[in-house]
């Protein structure tokens, strides 16, 4: 059995009051079992007033983590936050690693690299990754998703990529034992009798146009045909790009159906080319269906309490682990706050939990046969319940 601590401070002027706080929460010394791993998640500068660096040093054990847009955990909620999770169990083992900077042309090898470094302190196969993952340029999220699935043999990956609160994301870093990374993954691997659940959301169903296309060309993540035409072609013929120009890009979510069984996956547009081809934040598969969704403050908030009610109706009460897209909070406008508040209403004090803003989510769907498939989403929040 896993136990899951957290902790959190907003104390950014100094470093002892802001590190003993959140020692003094977690109570080490009465809580902490015979193994045990970290996950922090905070405000970027968190790390310039180099507190990470001081918390983790004090922290006896490996510390993953990334800089996010905002962060909730029991009795704290906030943008300019840290929060720590501790998972700790007396039967259950964990290993850390990070790895080099990521490359286009080596990610594959680096990632690897950085597996059998983690899998090597284990004495068999893990049960489940945990990920904290670079927003970068260089290695596109599916890949590194793809790459690790692939290394791990299937095992579920669960996880994130790192964000800010800047324009550029410029000071978007993941974290491994109080070293920062723009362009690095690190990963924590659990071993032993560990059986998570997963859930995502992002659309409510009735928020999805009842008229799907098929993709008919695309590259990686540009999606360049719909139906044969051209992405903006396709929308103005469904009304959503009138004089081929679409307003509020972040609330037009894609619906991607892979068309083998697992629920669909969401993907953001981030921009529409001159050409009309759509960027878009994960790979689009072509033959893959595709739906048009729309996001909203209600709808954003509708479906991260439809999220935090399911975790508490499960029997399993250890922990659970939360991410949701920073589209969504951007979604929200000035309320920055709200879709936090739901999960602190919500959650109530009932289950241990940590939830945070993710530049993309990755979670396991299930199939038609209930086998786990890794996959990485945009607009989502998603859940893994121990």
Avoid: W
């Avoid at 939990?353 to 607009?379: Q, T, W």
Wanted: charged letters at 20%; one cysteine or more.
């Amino acid at each position: 059995m896993i136990r899951t601590l957290t902790a959190h401070t907003s104390e950014l002027d100094d470093v002892n009051v802001a590190v003993s706080e959140i020692l003094e929460q977690l109570d080490l010394d009465k809580n902490l079992l015979k193994n045990s791993a970290g996950a922090i998640s905070c405000y970027s500068e968190f790390i310039d007033a180099g507190i990470v660096a001081a918390l983790t040093e004090k922290l006896p054990f490996d510390v993953i983590g990334a800089t996010t847009l905002g962060v909730t955990v029991p009795g704290g909620v906030g943008q300019l936050m840290l929060s720590v999770t501790v998972f700790t169990s007396d039967d259950i083992i964990f290993s850390c690693a990070v790895s080099e900077p990521l490359k286009h042309e080596a990610y594959k090898q680096q990632l690897n690299e950085a597996y059998l470094k983690a899998a090597s302190a284990l004495p068999g196969k893990p049960s489940m990754m945990f990920v904290f993952a670079p927003l970068t340029f260089n290695v596109a999220g599916d890949y590194m998703v793809k790459t690790l699935d692939e290394i791990s043999a299937g095992i579920p990956i669960f996880g994130t990529l790192a964000v800010d609160h800047t324009q550029d994301y410029s000071t978007a870093r993941t974290i491994f034992n109080g070293k920062t990374y723009p362009d690095a993954l690190s990963m924590m691997l659990i071993y032993g009798d560990v059986e998570p659940v997963f859930s995502i959301a992002s659309v409510s169903d009735e928020k999805i146009l009842g008229q799907k296309a098929i993709i008919t060309e695309a590259e990686d993540n540009v999606l360049k045909g719909v139906n044969g035409m051209s992405v903006i072609d396709y929308l103005q013929s469904i009304g959503l790009a009138p004089n081929r120009q679409i307003e509020g890009l972040n609330a037009i979510p894609f619906i991607i159906d892979f068309n083998d069984g697992t629920k669909p996956a969401t993907r953001a547009i981030f921009a529409i080319t001159p050409e009309g081809n759509a960027v878009c934040g994960g790979v689009m598969p072509v033959n893959a269906t595709l739906g048009i969704g729309s996001l909203d403050h209600d709808e954003v908030l509708a479906t991260t309490k439809k999220a935090s009610e399911e975790i508490l109706a499960r029997q399993k009460k250890n922990g659970a682990f939360i991410f949701s897209c920073i589209v969504r909070n951007l979604i929200l406008g000035f309320d920055v706050l709200a879709e936090m508040d739901v999960v602190q209403n919500t959650m109530n004090g009932k289950i241990p939990f940590a939830m945070s803003y993710s530049g993309g989510e990755i979670c396991p769907v299930y199939n038609e046969e209930g086998k786990l498939v890794n996959r990485f989403h945009n607009d989502t929040i998603v859940t893994c319940l121990f």
